[in-house]
């Protein structure tokens, strides 16, 4: 679709004058007015804008398949993940898997569980282990996110499903992505990383399989998880890309694979929002934007 002279000034106008995202909330809320909701258009409009706040756990859930393209059966469906839902921890609770004192996303990591045919006896069960541990990262930032434990739930589980069945195969390719990337934009700093044994040490599990869950703060985490569920685990990479140039001259200095690592997993958490927003910049840059029509 050819681009809209008199939307771009507008657009332009209000980003001037602090009201960015004005009228691509209002183009969401046409396209949230479908029934049914057409999931590509979705998908599209959160790679190329952030979900408004008021709408993200809505359009999260629909990507996710949580809830129905048709939004006439939303109330029925919704109806059925809480039975669902409080069925399971019933279950685990009368097996005493769980209880009042159990942490919610301990909770929430033996539903997932028991659902995926996972659980091991009680008297098996043990620490968890690296691919838990991931669960759980993941899990306590989603708490943060949303806000119902039913809602919770289901977006935990749908978004490590999607993200393991659809990026699974990917991960592990990541790395080398993000030295191609940092070849193009610092090749100075990439000599560095790789000159101190540092490039081999970066913290690729906490940023590629946790998503970041740990390492961003919740505000600056979600706009990243937009591009995730709506289809792009490439985002991971520049944004793991433009934190080592944000703190670059730190880096720099710092000839100790383990204390780069050291400092990469405990970011300062002042100016993440800059980051995310240079990093999908750049994400655009390489990857280009997808169009979006109404």
């Not at 998503?211 to 709506?230: H, M, N, T, Y």
């Amino acid at each position: 679709m050819a681009d809209d002279p008199q939307r771009n000034f507008r657009s332009a106008y209000y980003e001037k004058v602090g009201f960015r995202g004005v009228e691509e909330k209002k183009s969401l809320e046409i396209l949230l007015k479908d029934n049914p909701l057409d999931l590509e258009k979705l998908s599209t409009f959160s790679q190329r804008f952030p979900l408004p706040s008021m709408y993200r756990i809505h359009v999260w859930k629909v990507l996710l398949g949580i809830l129905p393209p048709h939004s006439d059966s939303h109330t029925m469906v919704g109806r059925y993940r809480k039975e669902q839902y409080q069925d399971i921890l019933e279950a685990l609770e009368v097996m005493r898997y769980v209880n009042s004192s159990t942490p919610s996303t301990h909770i929430f990591l033996r539903m997932f569980q028991l659902e995926s045919q996972m659980l091991a006896r009680r008297s098996e069960t043990s620490d968890p282990d690296e691919e838990n541990e991931d669960f759980l990262s993941i899990s306590h930032a989603m708490e943060e996110i949303a806000d119902d434990p039913i809602d919770c739930y289901w977006l935990i589980k749908c978004f490590v499903n999607q993200f393991q069945t659809k990026f699974g195969d990917s991960i592990p390719h990541l790395p080398k992505s993000l030295e191609h990337y940092l070849s193009q934009e610092d090749p100075r700093l990439l000599k560095h990383l790789k000159n101190t044994g540092a490039l081999a040490q970066l913290p690729y599990g906490l940023w590629f399989r946790r998503c970041f869950a740990g390492c961003l703060p919740e505000s600056s985490l979600q706009r990243v998880w937009d591009k995730v569920i709506s289809g792009s685990c490439k985002i991971l990479v520049f944004v793991a890309l433009e934190i080592l140039l944000n703190y670059k001259i730190m880096l720099l200095g710092v000839s100790r694979p383990d204390g780069v690592a050291r400092f990469l997993c405990n970011i300062p958490q002042e100016n993440t929002d800059a980051i995310v927003t240079k990093a999908i910049d750049l994400w655009h840059k390489y990857c280009g934007t997808p169009m979006h029509a109404v």
